[in-house]
């Protein structure tokens, strides 16, 4: 038995053979599904943009709006879904709408295409998404900033070259990674001004001869702007994804130092980081095992995210401009990279304050040759030339003589530089934490307060529903 085409929005035109369809649709309808609520919410902002032109009577955008608010409410409740008949979301909603607004239903998809449609869904989507991002990656930071106040007197050795090369801190070391998460965070606002723009009325990428207004319905969506020229929407598909993928990417090479450091420093030939039971997993053949397979599987997931940035990248190099069928491949790498993205920075943030500290095996990796830029600097501040005393210091070690031992004390005493191992600074980069944390909040509640609006539900009820 031959089974039915799914339905289609345009549907009048002559079918194709149902394995090319079939081919076309691929798995469209399970990525299509996390966006399902948000082109509802689209689609409210694009009516309203439609009633200002004048191309909706009062009494039709009425209509509209109620359905597509009594759809919203199906959607969160699982009653609207993308089923086998659906071609995609847009499909699934406009029957759904249709079916309970006959005559006005009729009217929803004036002056749009499913690609200007399909880029207004996309953007809600990363804004949601970006902004839970931003606020749990500002969680790891605060909590790699407690961690290094807890440890801001345990000296371990500093490396380079994966050699033990001059003291350092476990307060420095979280301190470093904290505040290179919020550089992290700090770069992602080019990439959210971009995203921050409303590419609704640019239809299929040249625009239509209707009087729309393009702005309304970008201020209705809680847009900062427009995407200007029409054809720049569909010759930026790949482009936003590939920017957002390449933040989440960063993201992700902070985080894979971070846990190579902790599988590092965790293992018995170091001792210096202890993890706890619950953070471990243990061997199904040596009982002594106890293994960091949480990390380890931190550093694959940013590789991961590699992957994901290099297919946007190759899906959209060398296309000419215009819409492509292509661009429905972005949508894989670009939702699954930002689940990667969240799971990894969600889980580093439950590690981080469970790990353990041992303070004795610090102590004892800090001692000998790490120490010896410490003579050189205190015979310059002696009065001995830099060269002279690096060389005395040299021809010592060749030679096998003890160099005297600094106390711990007098170690951090002689670093009160900015920045350094006795001057963390810690409450300027909470300073900045609390700011990064204002700007997160203030852009939540534009979006919630603009989201929430088009529902008709106050911000809190439609959160808990999302």
Not at 98 to 125: I, K, M, W
Not at 238 to 265: I, N, P, R
Not at 428 to 457: I, K, Q, S, T
């Amino acid at each position: 038995m031959r089974r039915r085409a799914p339905e289609t929005l345009w549907a009048a035109a002559a079918g194709p053979d149902p394995r090319v369809l079939a081919y076309t649709v691929g798995d469209d309808r399970v990525w299509d599904a996390r966006l399902l609520r948000w082109d509802v919410l689209g689609s409210l902002g694009h009516v309203e943009g439609l009633r200002a032109a004048g191309l909706l009577s009062e009494g039709e955008h009425r209509r509209l709006r109620a359905a597509l608010r009594a759809a919203l409410h199906a959607a969160d409740r699982g009653r609207l879904a993308i089923g086998p008949g659906h071609e995609d979301v847009h499909t699934a909603v406009e029957s759904w709408i249709t079916r309970r607004a006959p005559g006005a239903g009729e009217r929803l998809h004036t002056g749009r295409s499913r690609n200007d449609q399909v880029a207004c869904d996309l953007r809600l989507y990363l804004k949601d998404r970006l902004l839970a991002l931003e606020a749990e990656t500002l969680d790891l930071a605060e909590a790699l900033l407690r961690f290094a106040g807890r440890h801001r007197s345990v000296l371990w050795p500093g490396y380079t070259h994966q050699r033990r090369a001059m003291p350092s801190s476990v307060g420095l070391w979280a301190l470093g990674f904290a505040e290179g998460l919020l550089d992290t965070v700090e770069a992602l606002e080019p990439v959210w001004r971009a995203v921050d723009r409303s590419p609704l009325g640019s239809a299929a990428g040249y625009g239509v001869p209707l009087p729309l207004r393009r702005e309304v319905a970008a201020r209705a969506l809680g847009f900062g702007g427009l995407d200007h020229a029409v054809t720049a929407v569909q010759a930026g598909r790949g482009k936003l994804e590939a920017a957002v993928l390449f933040w989440c990417t960063q993201l992700g090479h902070d985080l894979a130092k971070l846990a190579q450091d902790v599988v590092l420093f965790a293992g018995e030939e170091f001792g210096y980081l202890v993890l706890r039971p619950d953070l471990t997993t243990g061997s199904s053949i040596m009982p002594h095992k106890r293994n960091p397979d949480l990390f380890e599987l931190a550093r694959a997931r940013a590789a991961a995210l590699e992957g994901d940035l290099v297919t946007v990248l190759q899906i959209k190099a060398k296309l000419p401009s215009g819409y492509h069928r292509d661009f429905q491949l972005l949508k894989e790498p670009l939702l699954r990279g930002l689940d990667r993205a969240r799971e990894l920075v969600g889980m580093l943030a439950l590690a981080i304050p469970r790990l353990g500290v041992d303070r004795a095996r610090c102590a004892a990796a800090l001692a000998g040759e790490a120490l010896s830029t410490d003579e050189v600097m205190r015979r310059v501040e002696a009065g001995r030339p830099f060269r002279l005393a690096y060389r005395e210091v040299a021809a010592s070690l060749r030679a096998g003589e003890p160099l005297p031992q600094p106390s711990p004390a007098r170690i951090v005493a002689r670093r009160r530089a900015t920045g350094g191992l006795g001057n963390l600074g810690l409450p300027m980069v909470r300073a900045r934490l609390r700011r990064l944390r204002g700007r997160n909040a203030r852009e939540r509640r534009r979006f919630d307060r603009a989201m929430a609006r088009l529902a008709g539900r106050t911000p809190a009820r439609l959160r808990r529903t999302r």
